[in-house]
């Protein structure tokens, strides 16, 4: 079955850290884009990390900037993003996609040619 499934989200205190992971089966993340997006609690999925194999480009949000680290491990087929110094602000279901190419238009990170979505995992940053 083609599909990527999260885990490692959680309750953490503000100021903590948490390490998501999303696999793949059924097919590879070779010559693809690979993103985290979050939907916080009444506001529209945002684009928080991307990055492209074909160009080598990647993409933060500017919440997400020097706190959030995007990287794969191809052998596994699984990527992570590695968060540091949370907020409460960072509430919110986290989203792992692959698609074709990442893009930023302004400040809006955008996978194109998306292939798959995970189901989420949810991320609680207590204050």
């Known amino acids: 079955e083609v599909q990527l499934v999260e885990s490692g989200g959680g309750l953490v205190q503000a100021g903590g850290s ?64 590695q968060m540091n110094s949370l907020r409460p602000e960072d509430t919110a279901v986290y989203f792992c996609a692959v698609g074709g190419l990442c893009t930023a238009q302004d400040t809006t990170i955008i996978i194109r040619d998306l292939y798959r979505w995970g189901r989420g995992t949810l991320v609680t940053v207590s204050s």
């Open 18 to 81: 948490l390490r998501l992971s999303c696999a793949a089966s059924g097919f590879t993340f070779d010559d693809r884009a690979i993103g985290w997006f979050r939907m916080a609690p009444g506001k529209e999925r945002e684009g928080v990390a991307c990055t492209s194999s074909s160009d080598g480009t990647t993409y933060y949000a500017n919440s997400a900037k020097g706190r959030f680290t995007i990287s794969s491990d191809n052998a596994k087929n699984t990527m992570y993003l």
